[in-house]
């Protein structure tokens, strides 16, 4: 496969050092935002906020600068701040959004520019089972994570004659720093929903991200790829 300039938002850790590993086993040159994780051994580390516009043009400069134009970009940069709706502060609500819609948002447009001008690109946004589901303390993660297809899709129609796909990756129960400190009962109760059976892992996610980057997927565009274990199925 032809080496291509990737960049994965969060990729210090969990999910997106998985798909930057991946993508980087499939032959592109990697780099991946780190805000607070050590930049991974082996890949372009740079530091980034997605709260903060500058941050992410600077991100993407530094890796157009090492790598060339951005034809891989994967939004995996992501947060929680679990509370229920009623009790739900303002603050708690606002900036769950503002890194996981907003955030992936200005990285999106920010990748967009160099994509548009060569016609060609792959955007994946790492959404969440949750924004199909709901689920239980997850009122800003999942109006946050379903507001991610609504982004996707409108993008996908807008981009699409330009060469350029827009897809979303549902994941469902990943076992990443994000879920090792939840309650035990709330990890049992996930996994007797999961048919296959297991938790997934960030490889499991990755494979299917490495897919929607590669040639093979250049005909898919706007779609929702669960990943998943069967946990969300029906939607
Ligand atoms: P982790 O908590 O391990 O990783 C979160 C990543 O997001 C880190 O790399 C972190 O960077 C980065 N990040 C968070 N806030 C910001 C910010 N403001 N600016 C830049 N980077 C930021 O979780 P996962 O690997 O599990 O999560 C990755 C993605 O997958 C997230 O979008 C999450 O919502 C989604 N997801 C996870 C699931 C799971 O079960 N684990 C299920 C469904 C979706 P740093 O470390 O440098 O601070």
Not at 165 to 171: D, G, H, K, L, R
Not at 198 to 227: H, K, N, Q
Request: aromatic fraction near 4%; charged fraction near 20%.
């Amino acid at each position: 496969m032809r080496k291509r300039s990737a960049l994965v938002t969060g990729g210090g850790r969990g999910i997106g050092l998985a798909v930057a590993r991946a993508l980087a086993e499939g032959g592109d040159a990697v780099a991946v935002t780190c805000r607070s994780a050590e930049p991974p051994d082996g890949l372009l580390g740079i530091p980034c906020d997605v709260t903060d516009s500058a941050s992410v043009d600077a991100a993407f400069t530094a890796a157009e600068k090492a790598h060339g134009p951005v034809e891989v970009m994967v939004a995996n940069a992501g947060t929680t701040m679990d509370q229920l709706g009623a009790m739900m502060s303002e603050s708690a609500f606002t900036s769950v959004l503002d890194t996981n819609l907003t955030g992936v948002f200005r990285t999106v447009r920010r990748g967009l520019r160099g994509m548009i001008r060569a016609r060609t690109g792959r955007i994946v946004l790492i959404s969440s089972v949750v924004a199909m589901q709901g689920a239980r303390g997850q009122a800003n993660y999942g109006a946050s994570k379903a507001g991610l297809i609504g982004l996707a899709r409108s993008l996908a129609r807008e981009v699409g004659g330009r060469g350029i796909t827009v897809n979303v990756v549902t994941p469902g129960f990943i076992t990443t720093d994000m879920t090792k400190d939840l309650p035990d009962k709330v990890k049992e109760a996930a996994l007797a929903g999961i048919p296959l059976g297991r938790y997934g892992d960030a490889d499991d996610v990755a494979r299917v991200v490495r897919f929607l980057a590669s040639d093979e997927a250049a005909y898919l565009t706007g779609a929702i790829v669960p990943v998943d274990g069967g946990m969300g199925m029906g939607y």
